[in-house]
């Protein structure tokens, strides 16, 4: 047990926060919003995993997926199959049949490279798959079709007025203004209609770098395509195009959107939805601005790449590994309100808090065939911890405290199912 939980049977007194209740700046809680967590009614067994005798627990009623996420998600799928029928005919008068299957197979590559770092982002607490698909669909196929249909009435809106040249208004101004409206879109029906998964910058970041990929993957096939159909050197421009795109800037979509989740997170953090309606047009504008300095650069190009977007990409990755330490940290503090509450031992807190307690229980549990099972105890942890958070923070209380009496009575039958 460590020096600042409370001991065990005893509660901090309700309104006030005990010691490090607020970990790390990801899961600031103000004293008037502090709760003890729900009392077990009885002292733990102190049995841990490896040895036999925890008592069966009751099976507990699985959370439903909200009416909200779920129509989201059936709206998202029905606007992708509708803007299939505009971006396919599209790319395929740009490139060809030859061109859009070599455009799809080398844009397959980058988009890996993404989709990996959201995983390895997404690890501690995963978002549904549902959302997930739901977001590279909309990058993919949803904003590319907003992207098509608002550029033509942007263009006769602003073009005049920025008094520049086509081209350079088309490249600097046109298209990270509507690309990252037409993206951020996606963001903002996620955080309005997913609220629960959509409850934190990491949950942001996660959603941004996949509706990004999706749609870097779409305009990929497209470049790559017509790199093929248009060249009487098709090799040699492809193997360019995929350099500049594929290899040297695979992130740059990511990192655009991904400012906006960014602060669209830290808003819903904060669970005042007045706070959050700012966030959105207050995160659009740094995502426009790193966009169209991208698309600025001209003759300096390497020393540019070098001198800012390199910084710019480094700066990225490390809001992302801050981003996981506070995730753990908060993931820990929360789980010991819960054992001083009775609910863990302070060797299962260690555990599932860890990245090295979580290595040494997945090896543990996989060596009795049991990986599933623990994979399924330490998600169900985890969001416990960001439930609770949830509550503290004041947001929808009751529904929070009613998800978290199932959390906490899943916990126990899937600690019960490990230790059969």
Known sequence: MTSFDPPPGRQAPPGQSPQQANPSWLGQVQPEYYRPAPGLGQTPSATTFGQPGLPPASTAPRARASAGGAALVLGGGVLAFVSLFLVLPYLLENTGPGGFVVGFIASLLPLGSVLLAVRYIDRWEPEPKRLLFFAFGWGALVSVSVTMLLQPFFSLAAGPASGLDYTTFAVTIQAPVVEEFAKSLGLLLLLVFARKQFDGPVDGVVFAFTIAGGFAFTENILYFGRAI????????????????????????????????????????????????????????????????????????????????????????????????????????????????????????????????????????????????????????????????????????????????????????????????
């Open 229 to 420: 159909a248009e060249s009487s050197t098709p090799g040699v421009d492809l193997a360019v195009v995929f350099f500049l795109r594929g290899v040297m800037s695979p992130f740059a979509h990511a990192i655009f959107t991904g400012t906006t989740g960014l602060i669209l997170g830290l808003a819903a953090r904060r669970g005042h939805s007045g706070l959050t309606l700012l966030a959105f047009p207050a995160g659009l504008v740094p995502a426009m601005v790193v966009h169209s300095g991208w698309n600025s650069m001209g003759q300096d190009f390497l020393a540019q790449y070098i001198l800012v977007q390199v910084p710019i990409f480094l700066l990225a990755v490390l809001v992302v590994v801050l981003l996981r330490v506070a995730e753990r940290r908060l993931t820990r503090q929360r789980l010991q309100e819960y054992a001083a509450a009775g609910w863990f031992t302070g060797q299962e807190v260690a555990m599932l808090a860890t990245p090295a307690g979580r290595s040494a229980a997945k090896r543990w549990a996989r060596s009795i065939g049991r990986a599933s099972d623990m994979k399924a105890f330490l998600h169900a942890a985890t969001r416990l911890a960001f439930t609770r958070q949830r509550i503290l923070s004041g947001r929808d209380v009751a529904a929070n405290q009613l998800d978290e009496r199932h959390q906490l009575d899943e916990v126990r039958a899937l600690r019960a199912a490990l230790l059969r």
